[in-house]
């Protein structure tokens, strides 16, 4: 039935108002409607609406479950929830059971049947269409914005609120709440779920240690489902359901605006929609701040993740803010479609991220429509909106070839004409009077007349110059003059060459020229003859002056109509009849289109004027009024009109019969153009926002449809349209209003911009809705439905966003005004029952009169008669005051029975009575402003009570604002403060204190930090901040910002808490924020957080030493991750590493030995530092942390000639990755701390004093790790397996040696050293370390007992021997058999006694590390057994240690695997 259509432009500021399902159908709603498009990867169709909704449309989601891709939803501002069927256009079920404005809505991707809505009050209503129960929740009393249902957990819904809060909720259980996500400070504009179930992680650059959501960083897939978020505060957040935290924050990139169409003085909001495409886990998709949109990477490190679309040529993107996005999946393209503020519809391409096609809507109704004489098939539209459209209809490469115009018009466009000859040139009128030129075809702004219209432009038309314009040469004047008339009824001739000179108004011609002295009938309509020498106007009384030009001389006069003319059309000139150029086509506000044949009056002109009052042609049939005419340039006597009754009718003129009738639209029909290049094909607009292409042979009515309700209503109102007294508006000029019918002229006007429109804000985001707020609704243009044309039918266009607040506002005022088309209400009276009694019959009123004369002349008769009271209460009016007092009493009582206690009042004051009329106010609640201005007159102590009460009365109706204002008219500022903090009117209460109270007060700070507290709850941790710092309360300011936690916060906590003077405070934060830098590997900005302080030089050095540690450990297997950021310093490669530290200090920081003041000091500091014994459990950063303050402890002793403490931070360094099992670390620390190996050693046992028995200790078992490296280093240089070792773990951590390219350990002779071999032999440490384990071995078989004899305790077995040796594992193994026939008891005994041999062993064994002395010994006998490389008395002792203390069964298989 159509072939091209331009749909309405689709409503704003809506979390949800457009979805497309599988098949490729976006739904979209429009003002009340859902529009329905086809969608391809290469073009649009509009397919159908869905009609049924009385207010906006806020909502549309389709099912996406198989087999119901046809089943939608859509929720309204009507309150109601309608279930469509989207294939038939049939209404399938609804429900109305939210109380207030529906603000959200999804379809459950899992319950095929479940449509979850959310109101503004916060209700939450589940539905399920098919058994149609409903389920209301109310999880929190906050707006709903926006709510997405979880495709993974059926049960799980999350709701986005106005004031940042993200609520998870499970339906299963009530409506409770599993989570609360904090951290967004602004409106949730929308939320999507990953549709990935698990939680993957977010990006590759996961450590091995575990880190929190601050720095952006996931670990593995956990249960759950990601949640993401975007809010007006211009972030979007990642979210973890499974730990009920943010994850990852990505703040919006600032992009320049492109493209054109956008006025740049408008301030528009931010809106942020997200969309998650179904099959990218890790890409979503959000708009940005000018109508751009990001595809964001969330594998992606570094800062850009974002990757914008439509980048590769400008014009892509939107010109203004996006609301929605959704996506569906098209053959093997995936395709994404996105709404916007400036009223057009994209698809993209989501694997090009390049725009497909665009699809132009329209924001408010279509005004007009030109079609270019000049460049073939070019369309102008104008629109309410305030823009000018000009299509291309014959693009065959893009079928919406459309350009937008809006510079310089600011206002509705109501009429358009293109130049005759000048290809591009188009000539507008808007709806606030204002003529301009635009030249389509150039980036230039249009050129405006400096005269403007009073009112609205009704036609616009290019004509031949007539006087003055026409005087002069042919260079002087221009071809063709431009003619507007508007609504006051004058029509003005511009120059389009001078369109800054004064327009002349071609009614002083017309008078002139045809001698005419009375004042002439406003116009309202102009059409010249296509060949220039005829001008046709029409006017408000409906009649048409016919003029030649260029003089202007009556030729004719038409009275045929009886109202305004709405449309006049002269016929074309190239018809096969000549005679058919003489037809001139008019239309008014009678359904009624005339055709008169002006033959005769144009070729032989009489003297005086013709009169013409019979048609040659008359088409009845339409309903309503004609808004439109326009003759078919392709046949001859064939015209198409448009009506009020919603309809276009195709004429044959000629034979006077219908052709066919359209009714397509679903609203009134504005205006009407034959396609100007296919016969068969007409373009209607209307006040339903759309443009249709419609063909004329395939439509399947004739006439326009006809109603006998319509008839008989015409018929009974016929009488009350011919009332002169309401005929004109006096004083209005041209406005030509009648009493039961709006003229269509006067109703343009109206809905153009007199009305309830005139209100339209000056940025762009109020839009068009009032244009029908207070207009005719649609009649005749439906068989079934029949309306009375002036009642009043709202129907809002929907694409403002309306806060509730607001919306009740413009309703209220919106009933305030008076309806026109009713009779005006008497106001009810003050002195009812007086009123009353003079309403009587004759007769008694008479008496009245009698009564009256007996009681002022004669007193005997009088007696029975008591003015004021009872039967003579009307005579009170008429006698003296007592009098009239009686009756203010009766009057009194009787406006007190019905209620109306306002009059109460207005009697009591006019008795001078005021406190009883602030009495009766003040019992009843019906103070006022009015009543609270007088009370000053009865006294200061009255005037304060009153206010006390009406501050009562304003906060039962929740005015505390208000409320507070009044008790500061009384001096109590205390209260007012008071009565805003109870009310959580935190910000006003501190403005009102800090305004009028002293600087000094106490009740500001207790303001400052209840306000604080509150924040701090709910998250808001900057502006809580602040609140302490107004309060002086530094220290909080600064606690509450570092609890976010991350980098960012805890930096700027410790700058403030440093400015603020608390320097400890400011301490701990720089440290706090120094470690999280130093695990993210962020060394350069570490260092900057850190020179802050003069107090964390110690610090500085620590985290120096580290960098240079980690960047010297970069190279080997130690290190398996990058570094963020690094000093250029770090890549010193001097041989010595303590040297290396030791420059950098003195050339980065100035420490040197020579202070020994700030020397004593930086000690003092590290060795507070915390440095716990190692475990394998304690991550890598971690433990580098712990030996980089080990290495500076020994360069700060090393600088001092501290030699003892040397060689003992030596030794603590060396042997940290040798207890947790990590062999190459302790081989990596050792290369670096002692270079020379043995020659290092010496060289510090040099510097020792002989006589010190710890000293001696310390650099024995240094002596004896360095020669445990050797050893294995002899042992790799000769090429052995070492598979056989490692399959026979020992406790020492060998099986986590990675196998390395064979080193030289024969270093200056070291290992053929007796030394090198007895160092290792150590017989104290080999009997104190069998004493160990043996203990091990007492533990693990109690163990092993506990457990057999009590199950339960398995957990706690498992960890336990899970922290025990792989030893005494296989032990354990391999004498269970023993384990069985010993006893509990003789355990214990057993391990008392090893105790005491513990105690007996000196604490200097005890104290330090020493190598394995047993594992020395299999290794020795295996270098021999196998290569002949040790002394034999080196073997003899090794052999009887390993008889002595290796009697353990794991020792014992090691040495027979290595040895036999």
């Not at 009614?507 to 220039?532: F, V």
């Not at 000549?578 to 055709?595: C, E, F, N």
């Not at 963020?1124 to 490669?1133: I, L, M, P, T």
Request: aromatic content about 8%.
């Amino acid at each position: 039935m159509h072939e091209r259509r331009l749909p309405a432009s689709p409503n704003w500021y809506c979390s949800r108002c457009s979805d497309v399902n599988v098949n490729g159908v976006l739904g979209f709603g429009a003002k009340n409607v859902i529009h329905l498009v086809q969608v391809t990867a290469t073009c649009p169709a509009v397919v159908g609406e869905l009609v049924g909704h009385t207010e906006r449309v806020s909502g549309f989601a389709f099912c996406h479950h198989n087999g119901q891709e046809n089943i939608c939803a859509s929720t309204s501002d009507d309150k109601t929830v309608k279930i469509w069927d989207a294939d038939q256009r049939v209404l399938v079920s609804e429900h109305n059971v939210h109380q207030n404005t529906i603000s959200a809505v999804h379809w459950s991707p899992v319950q095929k049947h479940l449509l979850v809505t959310g109101d503004e009050k916060g209700v939450v209503v589940c539905y399920r269409y098919t058994s149609r129960d409903t389920q209301s929740f109310f999880p929190e009393p906050r707006t709903i914005f926006c709510l997405s249902c979880s495709p993974h957990e059926e049960n799980y819904i999350a709701l986005g609120y106005k004031d940042g809060m993200i609520v998870v909720i499970d339906i299963s259980k009530k409506g409770d709440v599993v989570h609360r996500l904090r951290g967004h400070d602004d409106e949730i504009h929308s939320l999507a779920w990953c549709p990935q179930p698990r939680e993957e992680p977010l990006y590759g650059r996961c450590t091995e240690e575990n880190t929190d959501g601050s720095n952006g960083l996931t670990e593995g897939a956990e249960a759950g489902c990601h949640l993401a978020s975007g809010s007006r505060d211009q972030t979007v957040r990642i979210w973890s359901t499974a730990r009920g935290k943010g994850v990852m924050t990505l703040k919006l990139p600032f992009l320049k605006r492109r493209g054109a169409g956008v006025d740049p003085t408008v301030k528009e909001r931010l809106w942020l929609t997200v969309h998650w495409p179904k099959g990218r886990s890790s890409q979503i998709v959000s708009s940005c701040f000018g109508g751009e949109i990001v595809m964001w990477d969330l594998m992606k490190s570094g800062k850009q993740k974002w990757t914008l679309l439509g980048s590769s040529s400008d014009g892509q993107n939107h010109g203004r803010i996006v609301f929605n996005m959704s996506s569906c999946s098209l053959g093997e393209r995936e395709l994404l479609l996105s709404t916007s503020m400036d009223r057009e519809i994209k698809c993209w391409d989501l694997s090009s991220l390049e725009c497909c096609w665009t699809l132009p809507t329209l924001g408010g109704f279509v005004y007009c429509l030109s079609f270019s004489p000049v460049s073939t098939g070019c369309l102008a539209l104008g629109v309410g909106d305030s823009m000018i459209r000009v299509w291309n209809t014959l693009s065959i490469q893009i079928k919406y070839d459309i350009r937008t115009f809006w510079q310089g018009i600011k206002s509705k466009v109501t009429a358009l004409a293109w130049h005759p000859l000048k290809e591009g040139s188009l000539a507008f009128g808007t709806d606030d009077g204002k003529v301009g030129i635009y030249e389509v075809y150039s980036n230039k702004p249009p050129l405006i007349s400096s005269t403007y219209h009073r009112r609205t432009i009704y036609t616009l038309s290019w004509g031949p110059p007539v006087p003055p314009m026409s005087f002069g040469g042919s260079e002087d004047k221009p071809s063709y003059s431009l003619y507007s008339c508007a609504g006051e009824g004058v029509i003005f001739q511009h120059d389009p060459w001078k369109l800054a000179g004064e327009a002349s108004n071609i009614d002083k011609l017309i008078c002139d020229t045809n001698n005419i002295k009375h004042k002439m009938a406003p116009h309202t309509d102009l059409s010249w003859k296509p060949d220039g020498s005829v001008l046709a106007i029409g006017n408000e009384d409906g009649s048409i002056d016919v003029f030649k030009a260029p003089t202007l001389k009556l030729l004719c006069s038409v009275q045929q109509h009886h109202k305004i003319i709405n449309a006049l059309r002269w016929h074309h000139e190239h018809s096969a009849r000549s005679d058919l150029q003489y037809l001139l086509a008019s239309g008014s506000s009678s359904a009624t289109v005339y055709i008169h044949d002006l033959r005769s009056a144009i070729e032989t002109p009489s003297e005086s004027s013709a009169l013409v009052t019979e048609p040659f042609r008359t088409l009845s049939g339409h309903t309503n009024k004609i808004t439109g005419l326009a003759w078919s340039p392709h046949h001859d006597g064939r015209l198409v009109t448009v009506c009020y009754d919603g309809t276009a009718q195709v004429w044959d003129v000629l034979k006077e019969q219908p052709v066919c009738n359209y009714r397509g639209h679903s609203g009134r029909l504005m205006c009407v153009q034959w396609s100007s290049v296919h016969p068969d094909l007409i373009w209607t607009g209307g006040d339903d926002f759309t443009l249709h292409e419609w063909a004329v042979s395939k439509q399947e009515h004739v006439t326009p449809p006809k109603s006998k309700k319509r008839v008989d209503m015409e018929k009974k109102r016929a009488p009350q349209k011919k009332s002169k007294k309401k005929k004109k508006a006096p004083g209005k000029g041209g406005m030509k209003a009648e009493e039961s019918e709006l003229p269509s002229r006067e109703e343009h006007k109206r809905a153009a911009g007199s009305g309830a429109e005139d209100q339209q804000s000056e940025n762009d985001e109020e839009e068009d809705e009032r244009e029908s707020a207070d207009r005719p609704s649609v009649t005749g243009w439906s068989g079934e439905k029949d309306v009375d044309t002036c009642s009043a039918e709202r129907v809002q266009n929907g694409e403002k966003f309306i806060h509730a607040v607001k919306r009740e506002v413009k309703e209220e005022k919106r009933r305030e005004k008076p309806d026109v088309s009713l009779k005006k209400r008497k106001p009810r009276s003050i002195l009812p029952l007086s009123t009353t009694m003079d309403h009587r019959p004759k007769e008694e009123l008479q008496k009245d009169c009698l009564t009256l004369a007996a009681v002022r002349h004669s007193q005997g008769q009088a007696e029975m008669c008591v003015p004021g009271a009872g039967d003579h209460i009307q005579l009170g009016l008429f006698t003296d005051r007592d009098a009239l007092y009686r009756m203010f009493q009766v009057e009194e009582e009787s406006h007190v029975e019905a209620g109306h206690y306002d009059s109460v009042m207005y009697l009591r004051l006019w008795k001078g009575d005021l406190i009883g009329a602030l009495n009766i106010a003040t019992e009843k609640g019906e103070l006022n402003d009015h009543l609270l201005s007088l009370t000053p007159m009865a006294g200061y102590q009255v005037w304060s009570r009153t206010v006390e009460a009406y501050v009562r009365q304003l906060c039962l109706h929740e005015q505390f604002l208000k409320a507070a204002s009044h008790l500061i008219s009384i001096h109590k500022i205390y209260e007012a403060i008071n009565l805003l903090k109870d009310h959580q009117f935190y910000r006003e209460a501190i403005a009102l204190a800090k305004a009028r109270l002293q600087p000094e007060d106490p009740v500001q700070r207790d303001l400052y930090m209840s306000w604080a507290a509150v924040l701090e709850k709910d998250g808001h941790y900057a502006t809580a901040a602040k609140c302490y710092l107004a309060a002086d309360a530094s220290f909080d300011a600064a606690k509450v910002i570092a609890k976010k936690g991350d980098v960012t916060s805890l930096r700027t906590a410790a700058n403030l808490a440093w400015l603020s003077g608390e320097s400890e405070l400011a301490h701990s934060l720089s440290l706090r924020c120094a470690k999280d830098l130093m695990l993210s590997q962020d060394w350069l900005t570490t260092q900057e957080v850190l020179k802050t302080q003069d107090s964390l030089l110690a610090h500085r050095l620590l985290y120096c030493v580290n960098e240079l540690l980690t960047h010297r450990l970069t190279d080997t297997d130690v290190i398996t991750w990058s570094l963020a950021s690094s000093h250029d310093w770090s890549g010193s490669q001097d041989e010595h590493f303590l040297c290396t530290v030791h420059t950098v200090w003195e050339r980065e920081f100035g420490v040197t030995a020579d202070d020994l003041v700030k020397f004593k000091t930086i000690l003092q500091q590290l060795k507070a530092i915390e440095n716990p014994p190692v475990t394998a459990s304690v991550p890598m950063k971690q433990l580098l942390s712990y030996i980089s303050l080990d290495v500076t402890l020994c360069a700060l002793s090393q600088l001092s000639c501290d030699w003892p403490s040397v060689l003992e931070e030596l030794l603590r360094a060396v042997t940290r990755g040798f207890e947790v099992g990590r062999f190459s670390l302790m081989s990596e620390m050792s290369r670096l701390l002692l270079p020379q190996g043995l020659d290092s050693m010496a060289f510090y046992k040099a510097k020792l004093c002989p006589a010190d028995e710890k000293t001696l200790v310390v650099s024995r078992n240094m002596e004896a790790f360095v020669c445990y490296g050797l050893l294995y280093k002899k042992w790799w240089s000769h090429g052995t397996n070492t598979s056989t070792l490692t399959d026979n773990k020992t406790s020492n951590g060998h099986h986590s040696i990675e196998q390395k390219q064979p080193e030289e350990a024969d270093r200056n002779g070291e290992a053929q050293s007796e030394g090198f071999w007895k160092v290792l032999l150590s017989e104290p440490h080999a009997s104190f370390q069998a004493i160990q384990r043996a203990v091990a071995d007492i533990q693990s078989r109690v163990l092993s007992l506990v457990h057999r004899h009590n199950p339960s305790t398995d957990s706690l077995l498992t960890s336990a021997t899970e922290t025990s040796s792989v030893t005494h594992l296989s032990e354990e193994h391999d004498g269970a058999h023993s384990e069985e026939s010993q006893s509990f008891a003789s355990l214990t005994a057993r391990a008392a006694e090893y105790h005491k041999e513990l105690a007996a062993v000196p604490e200097m064994i005890k104290k330090y590390p020493f190598p394995d002395v047993m594992e020395c010994c299999i290794v020795l006998l295996y270098l021999d057994q196998h290569f002949a490389l040790i002394p034999q008395h080196i073997i003899s002792a090794a052999t009887a240690l390993l008889h002595k203390y290796g009697s353990t069964a794991s020792l014992h298989k090691a040495w027979q695997r290595l040895t036999h």
